[in-house]
Nanobody
Framework: QVQLVESWGGLVQAGGSLRLSCAAS????????MGWFRQAPGKEREFVAV????????YYADSVKGRFSISRDNAKNMMYLQMNSLKPEDTAVYYC?????????????????WGQGTQVTVSS
């Protein structure tokens, strides 16, 4: 079965950077779009970014555009989220998700598999 494991969340000061990783196993990674979502306390899970199967297409939520960058390495079955200029409102549990096909969008129901999440806390 598919397994997704996020890593490298943590505590950072506002203005700082973090790079999240997502390791995938269980099916042919390069055939599927991958996404990042996040959930802050008391809020619904929200879309952050998506990358197509080849890495050619990326799409970001307006709230992170210009600050976050999604990438993938199909040879290593890895996906990444580089987060720069972090703000306290970026504090959340971040989840990686594997899409249903080669391209996915911003809706959670377009993704079949989810990781367990990694906490990101940005202090002011």
């Amino acid at each position: 079965q598919v397994q997704l494991v996020e890593s490298w969340g943590g505590l950072v000061q506002a203005g700082g950077s973090l790079r999240l990783s997502c390791a995938a196993s269980g099916r042919t990674f390069k055939d599927y779009a991958m996404g990042w979502f996040r959930q802050a306390p008391g809020k619904e899970r929200e879309f952050v970014a998506v990358i197509s199967w080849s890495g050619t297409f990326t799409y970001y939520a307006d709230s992170v555009k210009g600050r976050f960058s999604i990438s993938r390495d199909n040879a290593k079955n890895m996906m990444y989220l580089q987060m720069n200029s972090l703000k306290p409102e970026d504090t959340a549990v971040y989840y990686c998700a594997e899409g249903r096909g080669r391209i996915s969008g911003s809706r959670a129901d377009e993704y079949d598999y989810w990781g367990q999440g990694t906490q990101v806390t940005v202090s002011s």
